[in-house]
């Protein structure tokens, strides 16, 4: 049977988008981010213009995704880990595809981080029939 570490990376796989959650000046916050699995780790590209990097770099944080279904099955993934800075390996940039041309009106200017997680949750709900 997998881990849940194994389920959480199939999962992540399935899609390209999450959210990111650290703290910025002891406030909590999240930001969006397009990610890949590479060998169990979570790669983030997220836009380095709104600075948010800087608050996960050398810390812990929470990143997840989830598939919401109003009538199959619905999941939930959370990875907690170590983030640092990395340069993407050319095979990296590929998977990642290509990068938003603007964000909030702003030229997109990428910056990639790695989640080397510690411990993954996964959540399945199966809704039930309707009446």
Known sequence: MPTDEQRAADLLGRV??????TSMRALPFLASARHIV????????????????????GGVVAYGADVPSARSRSWSVQVVGECAAVEPTPAELDRFGPAPRSVDGV?????????????ATVHSVIETDSP
Do not use: M, N, S, T
């Open 16 to 21: 390209e988008h999450g959210r990111v959650a």
């Open 38 to 57: 590479v060998d169990g780790q979570v790669l983030l590209r997220l836009h380095r213009g709104h600075g948010y990097h800087r608050a996960c770099v």
């Open 107 to 119: 030229p997109f200017d990428p910056v990639y981080l790695r989640v080397e997680p510690q411990f």
